[in-house]
């Protein structure tokens, strides 16, 4: 048996968590089950309170004298998410700051108690509720469902609730503030923005906003103060992200700060990061002129019922499939390394050959989106044309920020009131006349050659810019906000029409399909056999919080970075083994790669080969592309093994095991089926062998024999 402890041990500490937070048995799991309980919206205490709940979660607010969150319930364990009441925003109009709705007169900030609750008083300087309305959720964006993709619901299942709000006073008389709630149905999940309608008779400068604030229940109780701080146990995203390779790095808007109304926490100095700020780091200071509407990013709150690693990456990666369900389309890509007529025609024609979806004319190609000369972009549709002839589609590459344009289009670096100093060392501002420009540039190429995918490296990383000559923003604190809303327009544009998106940044809830998995590119150049078992660790690690479609992997069919002979597959029909490896591990993981070269195949043993592997991919892809259970990371020692699973599914699962050993191993296996929702028997077959029948134990395990030849690769299904 080759399983550790650990994974035993994680298993069985998600399985306590469902049974003890449910009080039921599997079947109310809804990381296993769809949970059919629609959202409800329901009126208490005479019309003073409003709940909205899905079974999972609940919200409740206080709606007289003012409008507040008085209960944040995680009805999956029975904890109180929050232990006191604050505003439910707070913004700065024209120099001045305004809470939105709220309650004072809490004395105990450790707890609230639904009693004192009536007690509890308006603010006369606060913005007050005015009325509420009740909705179905409303799609972001459009999407258009071009190519294959899972069948999530767009827009997701749910409902809305928006509480609106007038401002105190005379000073923003006309003024509408509306904050939003959407909660969606069978994921303990809820989102909340804020809009501002200036229906008054003059402009209003909104300068700043918090737009959620939480007095979440500490996750831990120190009287010192530790050298980092442990944050309460629930996941906060918006939309307003980039950089980053994750969630973790990608944002940029929430904030865990010190309470200082909670006078009675345990910690000396009153320190304990126990309270949620959700806020841009910089302006946006825009002026919201007459009859404009401001609308603010989207904050999303993932409440976790498990502390556990698996259960909490199945819970964020359930989250992305119901918020940006394009994530899930996952095309069989094809990069090659010229953009010449030629070239192309002869990667359409391999691609189509051996079942591949899509090419991209990558980096260092030739190809230029920048080019919108009419006889370039002419030369390009016909490649798109012929493309589609074959059922193939086209994209390419084109790089955004980490290049310097010049000092008058360049982000300009506050310190210094010049170009550098920026993410990427020098990048031009997007909303100066270049980047504009550069926006029309792609956009008419899109449109006028019928591109379906841009590969976008280097994208807007979130650079500042203190340039008061730039047409699209004014000046420093205006310019993050401007350049965002550039870049993730331009995104949602591109889901409308249905191109894909390749973009190595956190711009998945703006519309972008996929990142990189997660690899060091100059790894690449090491000799082919350490590339296999790093490949394989990078997508275990990478599988945590990502869905396997979210994140590319890369195959250098032709040298990268250097390495030589060692390092690169060419010739492809010399180097078989490693060349099946790699196809293995990544269609067998569902995740697509980059095969960068001219060729895919040079023999027909080497498009067999290929043509093997993307006919096991196709078969299976439903599985293929569900969620990942970690079973045992790659570590050169021994056997190691990931589990797809999904319930929904005829085939519950499909384990993938590889031997890195220069010798044989026989023995038993241990899979973890808790997530497959079988409960007492399951039917698994090696490859298309005979389905043989097993036992679950307690725990939902169950061992199978293996027996597999050295450095090699074998799956079995699970029915």
């Given at each position: 048996?080759?399983?550790?402890?650990?994974?035993?041990?994680?298993?069985?500490?998600?399985?306590?968590v469902?049974?003890?937070?449910?009080?039921?048995?599997?079947?109310?799991?809804?990381?296993?089950?769809?949970?059919?309980?629609?959202?409800?919206?329901?009126?208490?205490f005479?019309?003073?309170?409003?709940?909205?709940?899905?079974?999972?979660?609940?919200?409740?607010?206080?709606i007289?004298?003012?409008?507040?969150?008085?209960?944040?319930?995680?009805?999956?364990?029975?904890?109180?998410?929050?232990?006191?009441?604050?505003?439910e925003?707070i913004?700065?109009?024209?120099?001045?700051?305004?809470e939105?709705g709220?309650?004072?007169?809490?004395?105990?900030?450790?707890?609230?108690?639904?009693g004192?609750?009536?007690s509890?008083?308006?603010?006369?300087?606060?913005?007050?509720?005015?009325?509420f309305?009740?909705?179905?959720?409303?799609e972001?964006?459009?999407?258009?469902?071009?190519?294959?993709?899972?069948q999530?619901?767009?827009?997701?299942?749910?409902?809305s609730?928006?509480?609106?709000?007038?401002?105190?006073?005379?000073k923003?008389?006309?003024?509408?503030?509306s904050?939003?709630?959407?909660?969606?149905?069978g994921?303990?999940?809820?989102?909340?923005w804020?809009?501002?309608?200036?229906?008054?008779?003059?402009p209003?400068?909104?300068?700043?906003?918090?737009?959620?604030?939480?007095?979440a229940v500490?996750?831990?109780?120190?009287?010192?103060?530790p050298a980092?701080?442990?944050?309460?146990?629930?996941h906060?995203e918006s939309?307003?992200?980039?950089?980053?390779?994750?969630?973790?790095?990608?944002?940029?808007?929430?904030y865990?700060?010190?309470d200082?109304?909670?006078s009675?926490?345990?910690?000396?100095?009153?320190?304990?990061?126990?309270?949620?700020?959700?806020?841009?780091?910089?302006?946006?200071?825009?002026?919201?002129?007459?009859?404009?509407?401001?609308?603010?990013?989207?904050?999303?709150e993932l409440?976790?019922d498990?502390?556990?690693r698996?259960?909490?990456?199945?819970?964020?990666?359930?989250?992305?499939?119901?918020?940006?369900p394009?994530?899930?389309?996952?095309?069989?890509?094809?990069?090659v390394?010229?953009?010449?007529?030629?070239?192309?025609?002869?990667?359409?024609?391999?691609?189509?050959?051996?079942?591949f979806?899509?090419?991209?004319?990558?980096?260092?190609?030739?190809?230029?989106?920048?080019?919108?000369?009419?006889?370039?972009?002419?030369?390009?549709?016909e490649?798109v044309?012929y493309?589609?002839?074959?059922?193939?589609?086209l994209g390419?590459?084109?790089?955004?920020?980490s290049?310097?344009?010049?000092?008058?289009?360049?982000?300009?670096?506050p310190?210094?009131?010049?170009p550098?100093?920026?993410?990427?060392?020098?990048?031009?501002?997007?909303?100066?006349?270049w980047?504009?420009?550069?926006?029309?540039k792609?956009?008419?190429?899109?449109?006028?050659?019928?591109?379906?995918?841009?590969?976008?490296?280097?994208?807007?990383p979130?650079d500042?810019?203190?340039?008061?000559?730039h047409?699209?923003?004014?000046?420093l604190?205006?310019?993050?906000?401007?350049q965002?809303?550039?870049?993730?327009?331009?995104?949602?544009?591109?889901?409308?029409?249905?191109v894909?998106l390749?973009?190595?940044?956190?711009?998945?809830?703006?519309?972008?399909?996929?990142?990189?998995?997660?690899?060091?590119?100059?790894?690449?150049?090491?000799?082919?056999?350490?590339q296999?078992?790093?490949?394989?660790?990078?997508i275990f690690?990478?599988?945590?919080?990502k869905?396997?479609?979210?994140?590319?992997?890369f195959?250098?069919?032709?040298?990268?970075?250097?390495?030589?002979?060692?390092?690169?597959?060419?010739p492809?029909?010399?180097?078989?083994?490693?060349y099946?490896?790699?196809?293995?591990?990544?269609?067998?993981?569902?995740?697509?790669?980059?095969?960068?070269g001219?060729?895919?195949?040079?023999?027909?043993?080497?498009k067999?080969?290929?043509k093997?592997?993307?006919?096991?991919?196709?078969?299976y892809?439903?599985?293929?592309?569900?969620?990942?259970?970690?079973?045992?990371?790659?570590d050169?020692?021994?056997l190691?093994?990931?589990?797809?699973?999904?319930?929904q599914?005829?085939?519950?699962?499909?384990?993938?095991?590889?031997?890195?050993?220069?010798?044989t191993?026989?023995?038993?296996?241990?899979?973890?089926?808790?997530?497959?929702?079988?409960?007492?028997?399951?039917g698994?077959?090696?490859?298309?062998?005979?389905?043989?029948?097993?036992?679950?134990?307690?725990?939902?395990?169950?061992?199978?024999?293996?027996?597999?030849?050295?450095r090699?690769?074998?799956w079995?299904?699970?029915?």
């Amino acid at each position: 048996m080759i399983m550790t402890k650990q994974p035993i041990l994680v298993m069985i500490t998600a399985l306590f968590v469902v049974l003890m937070a449910s009080g039921e048995a599997i079947g109310s799991d809804w990381l296993v089950r769809q949970i059919k309980e629609p959202v409800k919206i329901e009126k208490r205490f005479e019309g003073k309170e409003i709940v909205l709940s899905n079974g999972l979660i609940s919200r409740t607010f206080r709606i007289r004298p003012n409008a507040a969150t008085v209960a944040y319930d995680n009805l999956m364990t029975g904890e109180s998410i929050i232990r006191g009441i604050k505003s439910e925003a707070i913004v700065e109009l024209d120099g001045n700051k305004y809470e939105v709705g709220g309650l004072q007169g809490q004395l105990e900030y450790a707890y609230l108690q639904a009693g004192s609750i009536d007690s509890l008083s308006s603010k006369l300087d606060a913005f007050q509720i005015s009325d509420f309305e009740l909705g179905d959720i409303k799609e972001r964006f459009g999407w258009e469902r071009k190519r294959y993709s899972a069948q999530s619901a767009w827009p997701p299942v749910g409902k809305s609730l928006t509480l609106h709000f007038v401002p105190p006073g005379e000073k923003l008389k006309g003024m509408t503030l509306s904050i939003h709630y959407e909660m969606y149905q069978g994921i303990p999940l809820l989102a909340k923005w804020m809009t501002i309608h200036n229906g008054g008779d003059k402009p209003v400068r909104l300068n700043t906003f918090i737009s959620e604030i939480l007095a979440a229940v500490e996750y831990e109780s120190l009287v010192g103060e530790p050298a980092q701080w442990e944050y309460p146990n629930i996941h906060i995203e918006s939309d307003y992200e980039f950089h980053g390779d994750d969630s973790k790095n990608a944002n940029k808007t929430a904030y865990w700060v010190v309470d200082p109304q909670y006078s009675t926490q345990v910690n000396y100095q009153r320190k304990t990061p126990a309270m949620l700020e959700v806020r841009p780091p910089i302006g946006p200071d825009l002026m919201i002129e007459q009859g404009e509407t401001f609308e603010s990013f989207r904050t999303f709150e993932l409440i976790y019922d498990s502390t556990e690693r698996e259960r909490k990456g199945l819970s964020l990666r359930r989250m992305y499939r119901t918020i940006a369900p394009w994530s899930t389309e996952n095309p069989i890509i094809m990069h090659v390394r010229n953009a010449d007529p030629k070239s192309v025609r002869l990667a359409i024609d391999q691609c189509a050959e051996v079942g591949f979806e899509m090419v991209i004319m990558t980096f260092g190609s030739g190809f230029n989106m920048e080019n919108i000369e009419p006889d370039y972009m002419a030369q390009m549709k016909e490649l798109v044309d012929y493309a589609h002839s074959k059922n193939i589609e086209l994209g390419g590459y084109s790089l955004l920020a980490s290049r310097r344009i010049s000092d008058e289009h360049d982000a300009i670096n506050p310190q210094t009131g010049k170009p550098g100093g920026a993410i990427f060392g020098n990048s031009p501002c997007l909303c100066s006349k270049w980047g504009i420009e550069y926006f029309e540039k792609i956009t008419t190429f899109i449109e006028q050659t019928g591109l379906d995918l841009l590969e976008h490296d280097g994208s807007y990383p979130g650079d500042v810019c203190a340039s008061t000559r730039h047409p699209g923003h004014h000046g420093l604190n205006d310019s993050q906000w401007k350049q965002w809303k550039k870049i993730t327009n331009f995104y949602k544009w591109c889901r409308g029409r249905g191109v894909y998106l390749n973009v190595p940044d956190w711009y998945f809830l703006s519309g972008s399909n996929k990142s990189a998995m997660g690899y060091r590119e100059v790894n690449w150049s090491l000799p082919r056999d350490r590339q296999i078992i790093l490949g394989r660790q990078n997508i275990f690690d990478g599988t945590w919080k990502k869905i396997p479609s979210m994140g590319w992997m890369f195959v250098p069919l032709v040298q990268y970075h250097g390495g030589g002979a060692a390092a690169t597959l060419e010739p492809l029909s010399e180097h078989l083994d490693a060349y099946g490896a790699h196809l293995a591990q990544n269609f067998g993981s569902g995740v697509q790669a980059c095969y960068r070269g001219p060729r895919l195949y040079d023999t027909e043993q080497t498009k067999a080969l290929v043509k093997k592997w993307v006919d096991f991919y196709k078969e299976y892809r439903d599985i293929l592309d569900s969620d990942i259970i970690h079973v045992r990371r790659p570590d050169g020692r021994d056997l190691d093994c990931i589990l797809h699973v999904n319930p929904q599914l005829k085939h519950k699962g499909l384990a993938m095991v590889y031997n890195p050993l220069d010798r044989t191993v026989k023995r038993k296996l241990k899979l973890p089926l808790y997530y497959t929702g079988l409960t007492k028997t399951a039917g698994i077959r090696e490859q298309q062998g005979k389905s043989s029948k097993y036992e679950l134990d307690r725990e939902y395990n169950v061992d199978i024999p293996v027996d597999i030849a050295p450095r090699s690769i074998t799956w079995f299904v699970v029915e």
